[in-house]
């Protein structure tokens, strides 16, 4: 599969690498799904340029990218094959694992893969994840909002 990786922390352009990788298999628990749309958010970068204090790499290899969309082609086991077909956002594939969705192809938890409703575009979906966890538990981290006024402050700053 094609991919973008990094094997050393640093500034995007000395230490991205495009180029080709074996295909993932979905392990127990896991689906594979085909990336039609990977979303960078400002955790990949950081975590990418060492930026957070850290420069030690978690693993030899880092496929970046927590969010994207796409198509599950795979299903390991455990996991129903009816998801095969299923159109996806996916949410931080690469926390805590090396491979993220900046390839054709990424495997996460199931449970990570969330169904996209028809209508909604791959690009759409893919600007989910990270944000819209955080947007949400924002809003609710502090219990009911039901009958407040709820002040969301730098919303755009994301």
Request: charged share 20%; glycine share 14%.
């Amino acid at each position: 599969m094609k991919a973008a990786w990094y094997d050393t922390k640093g500034p995007a352009a000395q230490v991205l690498r495009l180029g080709e990788l074996p295909d993932p298999e979905p392990a127990p628990g896991e689906v594979r799904v085909r990336v039609h749309v990977s979303a960078v958010n400002p955790s990949d970068t950081k975590n990418r340029g060492g930026a957070r204090g850290n420069i030690v790499m978690p693993f030899p290899r880092v496929v970046p990218h927590q969010d994207g969309a796409g198509v599950i082609d795979r299903v390991g086991a455990g996991v129903s094959p009816s998801r095969i077909g299923e159109r996806v956002w996916v949410y931080e594939a690469a926390l805590g694992r090396p491979s993220g969705t900046a390839a054709q192809f990424t495997t996460v938890p199931a449970h990570k893969a969330v169904p996209l409703p028809e209508g909604v575009s791959f690009e759409a979906g893919a600007c989910l994840g990270v944000p819209a966890m955080t947007a949400h538990y924002s809003v609710f981290a502090d219990g009911p909002i039901a009958g407040k006024t709820v002040l969301v402050q730098g919303g755009a700053g994301a």
